[in-house]
């Protein structure tokens, strides 16, 4: 697949590469955990790249650019609270893990924080460009 739209974009390569650490980390979790904590982890860590690329398709709207990026740092911020509540419960027990994705997500929070804070101060919207062939170029 090509680096193009949203796909370019750092925030979404991390948070789309951590969502998948983060599934992976959950099936290993106690059978209890797989329905509760791990469910709710899975849902925010997914949320991040969904909301980035839900926010870029609609980045023409500035308003609407950061809201779904701000939903995106929200879910980074509440994937980090599930982690922390997973090991501090020894429901997630591999402390390597735990600090890899602890460092991961709070590296993610500050790259999107700095994309927000961008966005804010420099957004043009984008230019759709109608092609010969009557597609769009995005």
Do not use: W
């Amino acid at each position: 697949m090509e680096d193009t739209g949203y796909r370019k974009l750092d925030i979404y390569k991390l948070s789309y590469e951590l969502a998948l650490k983060v599934h992976g980390m959950t099936l290993t979790l106690p059978k209890f955990e797989m329905y509760e904590e791990g469910s709710q982890i899975r849902r925010s860590s997914k949320s991040i790249p969904a909301n980035i690329v839900e926010g870029y398709c609609l980045r023409r709207h500035k308003n609407e650019y950061l809201q779904y990026l701000h939903r995106a740092f929200g879910s980074s911020q509440e994937t980090i609270v599930h982690l922390k509540i997973l090991y501090d419960t020894k429901s997630l027990v591999d402390k390597s893990i735990y600090d890899e994705l602890l460092d991961r997500y709070t590296h993610l929070g500050k790259m999107l924080f700095r994309f927000i804070e961008s966005v804010l101060s420099e957004h043009v919207s984008p230019l759709y460009i109608k092609e010969e062939n009557n597609e769009y170029q995005v």
